[in-house]
């Protein structure tokens, strides 16, 4: 499975990103999609996560409210619309794939994950 992340770059607080990233390859029938981000010096976090059914769906305390994942399950997609940006949220992004229904919160329980997209959020 290949993972290829899009979407990011720099934009102001208070500003609005839509991240995407599609899987190609030896795909899966369904899988569960996360995303993730590592900011320099920092360990990998859970961001946000949707279950291969979509019905249902996780985030970080930090992304709730501002932050939307949604998947396409017709050209193996998942989005991640950011809204309220906050400088805190600069960090490069990752999404990730695994096999089954549960998006955990471990980066560890995730085998595939994409090349990444940095966004950067200016004060």
């Known amino acids: 499975v290949q993972l290829q992340a899009s979407g990011g770059g720099l934009v102001q607080a208070g500003g609005s990103l839509r991240l995407s990233c599609a899987a190609s390859?030896?795909?899966?029938?369904?899988?569960?999609m996360g995303w993730f981000r590592q900011a320099p010096g920092k360990e990998r976090e859970f961001v946000a996560g949707?279950?291969?059914?979509?019905?249902?769906?996780s985030y970080a305390a930090s992304a709730k409210g501002r932050f939307t994942i949604s998947r396409d399950n017709a050209d193996n997609t998942v989005y991640l619309q950011m809204n309220s940006l906050k400088p805190e949220d600069t960090s490069f992004y990752y999404c990730?794939?695994?096999?089954?229904?549960?998006?955990?919160?471990?980066?560890?329980?995730?085998?595939?994950w994409g090349r990444g997209t940095q966004v950067t959020v200016s004060s």
């Open positions: 390859g030896r795909t899966f029938g369904f899988y569960a």
């Open positions: 990730a794939f695994r096999d089954g229904n549960a998006a955990y919160q471990s980066p560890g329980r995730w085998p595939y």
């Open positions: 949707i279950s291969r059914d979509g019905r249902s769906t």
